[in-house]
């Protein structure tokens, strides 16, 4: 921080100004910025042993023999596993979930009897190097009888198993009187949309290291993220140890979005590696594996259908898709297609829904959340939708959509449905306020008029916008520690994970302004399981919104304990007394006796003779519970250029408007903003993970997978409101991790309809260069 910021901090603290609400710099960069941060990739320990995995290059089929000897005759190759060796270990479990019957679709950590998916594990490779390791990987020979694959979830379901179809599960959610409400409508709009299959592509690969002490009989794992006390306590139970002998250790982790941070087969085996063989051992994959191997997401068809009156209002929606989950259900079983299910309505009015998602396994990597899963999908088919409706009735796309809004003085405004295990109950929003909002900024007629210029001078420009609502603040419970040291250091403790989102500066923003302290003072550990016994990780957009009560109910705590006993110090009453800059004074500055935290905590010390019977130390524990799910929402716009000759589309401005009930920090929320955005970009224009007939992943690089990089990035403007406070927890929070993905594909579709003069021509995201080339050459036939 810069001298003249620093001193406006110290002032603004002086003068009772909240640090809550104010963009102060982060507390992790300085060893990220320094080159002193420590990912999985650098933890290495003596005596360790590589491991590199085998893996199936058929996407179906039944394993006949898998021959290791000649990988196990190199010098210095330790120990090689295939499917047998690992048997006894169960099958990878997945979190709690009421969609029922997914059991045995679990994913084993070494293929059994057969592999479903090109990059499944098929054998491991335990080596004194990696280089080594990887040589003998090559030498380890799969014999495989090839199957036919299932490469589209809306083709027939095929077999699993015997008995088993590639249908687990239909999920099926609905209310009031679909079929009246079709029946009675003056006009039907109906849609065949889709999403590619992508993901989040981090920086950093996944890696895992684990370390055996046997003399004290504990099991290390690092490179852990995200749910971190969940997979502990599930491949405890899975290596049939206790929780209580398996510590985690979440290191910097380079890019999570949902896909890191989940227990994979390589984190059991590297486990259950240093349990067998008494060495630590090492993993860490290659992009190529990367590609193939961690989770991918989104890819979904939807058949969707909207029955509306003359006036383009909504009587009732259906829908049926198809969510291709991959080759298993890996750890969030139904997740993603039960979100896709009960979150679809978005900010509208819908009187009747029935939809019908089917759950379909297919031979291809996997499937699990990536930033906004379900909601980047379904956002995509909504908003759509509502661009269809508005032209059918003839209305503008931004008068459809105020026609449907949910009110603010609707709030709380119950649906009768479901998603991820709780109702659905919108807490609080302003949905056409933040439209109003939208436009203004945009400054919405001057900009179409401008457009409408540049298109009569003969180019193809268009502006579009998506409304979404966002959900955050998963519950049910999570907690803090706190303790004030005898120097008025403050340590926090926590169980939510850090995936580079800003989460320790958060923390320590809300602590400080609690207990009035300098936020700088406040370290934040988090990420390892033997400093704290429960915690809920990072996912869901919950650690601002958990976490951060739960900090603010333990810093209140301390608080009143701090002020109790400086009471008793000064022979004064807790009332005079308050809290700045970790200095306990009269209140409001008055002259008098004064003390520090620092001096609380020494009194406190069990050491201590003047504690006064006080329960020993400056500490507390906060519990914060919530039943219900917050929801955050906003307004994408993206003004776009199709370069006629090519067909690529460049999207030119972006705005994202978002209410997150309040801000700790908006820079932080900016940055997310901003991130987010990049890979909803990704998905709507460039990234797509395709197949072969085969089941042959075609995009095993950056050469075919294309990414986003910063010359594709628009011009962004983020306008943060906090006009929907959440009445869910004490500081009104909200989620704002997801919100920069939400709403992307939709907004960009809607801009390239119009840039083209084409209403309704993007049905599927990426939108494709050669699609519209082909478009703009049937025109000039």
């Known amino acids: 921080m810069s001298a003249h910021a620093e001193s406006e901090v110290r002032q603004q603290r002086a003068e009772g100004v909240q640090v809550v609400g104010q963009s102060v710099t982060r507390l992790e960069d300085p060893p990220l910025v320094r080159g002193e941060a420590c990912f999985a990739g650098d933890v290495n320990f003596p005596r360790q042993l590589h491991m590199r995995v085998v893996r199936s290059q058929v996407a179906h089929g039944r394993i006949l023999s898998i021959d290791t000897a000649e990988a196990l005759a190199l010098k210095g190759v330790t120990s090689v596993w295939t499917g047998a060796d ?72 095929g077999e699993f198993l015997p008995g088993l179809s590639t249908e687990p599960t239909v999920i099926r959610k609905g209310y009031g009187d679909v079929a009246a409400a079709f029946a009675a409508a003056h006009d039907v709009v109906a849609l065949d949309l889709s999403v590619g299959r992508h993901s989040g592509v981090p920086l950093e690969c996944r890696g895992a290291v684990a370390r055996y002490d046997a003399a004290r009989d504990v099991l290390e794992m690092y490179g852990a993220a995200k749910k971190s006390h969940w997979n502990r306590d599930e491949m405890a139970k899975m290596l049939g140890r206790s929780p ?58 939807h058949l969707v259908e909207a029955a509306i009156d003359a006036d383009g209002r909504i009587l009732g929606i259906r829908n049926k898709f198809f969510h291709a989950q991959g080759a298993y259900s890996r750890t969030h079983g139904a997740r993603v297609a039960d979100m896709s299910a009960g979150l679809l309505l978005g900010p509208y009015r819908v009187p009747a829904y029935e939809v019908a998602g089917h759950f379909r396994l297919v031979n291809k990597t996997p499937a699990a959340t990536y930033r906004s899963p379900g909601r980047y999908e379904t956002t995509f088919v909504r908003e759509r939708l509502m661009d269809a409706i508005a032209r059918r009735v003839g209305i503008d796309p931004v008068q459809a959509r105020r026609r449907n809004l949910i009110r603010a003085d609707e709030m709380p405004y119950a649906r009768p449905l479901d998603a991820l295990g709780t109702d659905v109950v919108l807490d609080s929003g302003d949905y056409d306020g933040l439209m109003d909002k939208t436009l203004a900024r945009l400054d919405w007629d001057r900009l179409q008029a401008e457009l409408a210029r540049r298109r009569a001078a003969g180019e193809y420009v268009g502006l579009g916008l998506a409304m979404f609502v966002e959900k955050s603040g998963l519950g049910p419970s999570d907690m803090v520690r706190l303790t004030v040291d005898v120097t008025g250091a403050v340590e926090l403790v926590t169980g939510a994970g850090s995936v580079g989102q800003g989460m320790e500066t958060v923390l320590a923003q809300i602590c400080a302004q609690e207990l009035g302290v300098d936020y700088r003072r406040v370290r934040v550990h988090h990420g390892r399981t033997d400093l704290i016994e429960f915690g809920n990780g990072a996912h869901a957009s919950r650690v601002t919104v958990m976490s951060g009560s739960a900090t603010q109910i333990a810093a209140r705590k301390v608080r009143a304990k701090a002020l109790g006993v400086a009471a008793r110090m000064l022979d004064t009453t807790p009332d005079e007394l308050e809290i700045v800059d970790g200095q306990v004074r009269p ?27 006080h329960e020993p130390g400056l500490s507390a524990e906060g519990w914060f519970y919530s039943d219900h799910m917050n929801y ?57 993970f395709t197949y072969d007939e085969a089941g042959q992943p075609l995009s095993t690089t950056f050469a075919d997978y294309v990414m986003v990089s910063a010359h594709e990035m628009p011009d962004v403007d983020v306008l943060i409101t906090e006009d929907a406070p959440s009445p869910l927890n004490p500081m009104g929070l909200k989620g704002a991790g997801e919100g920069g993905t939400n709403g992307v594909g939709a907004a960009v579709a809607a801009a390239v309809d119009d840039a083209l003069q084409a209403p309704g021509f993007v049905t599927r995201l990426p939108i494709k260069a050669m699609r519209v080339r082909q478009l703009l050459a049937s025109r000039a036939l």
């Open 632 to 688: 955050p929402y906003g307004v994408h716009a993206a003004q776009v250029r199709v370069d006629g000759a090519t067909g690529q589309v460049v999207v030119e401005k972006y705005l994202v408007a978002y209410d997150v009930g309040r801000a700790v920090n908006p820079m932080l929320i900016d940055g997310q903003i901003v991130g987010g955005l990049a890979q909803g970009l990704g998905g709507a224009l460039f990234e797509e």
């Open 244 to 301: 209580s002998s398996f510590h985690l250790y979440e290191g910097h982790v380079g890019g999570g979005f949902g896909v890191r941070g989940e227990i994979y087969p390589e984190d059991v085996l590297v486990c259950l590696g240093a349990l067998r063989l008494r060495r630590p051992v090492k993993w860490q994959e290659d992009r190529r594996e990367n590609l193939m191997a961690t989770n991918h997401s989104r890819e979904q068809r």
């Open 86 to 157: 690992v048997a006894s270990i169960p099958p990878i479990p997945f979190r709690a979930t009421k969609v029922t019957g997914l059991e045995p679709y679990c994913q084993p950590i070494l293929a059994q009897e057969r592999v479903r998916y090109v990059g499944e594990p098929v054998a491991v490779v335990f080596a004194e190097d990696a280089y080594l390791a990887e040589d003998a990987a090559e030498l380890v020979l799969a014999d495989i009888e090839v199957l036919p694959p299932v490469m589209f979830a809306d083709a027939e379901p």
């Open 587 to 613: 209140r409001g500055g008055a002259g008098g006796p004064a003390t520090t935290l620092a001096d609380v905590a020494r009194y406190l010390h069990p050491s201590s003779r003047t504690s006064d019977g």
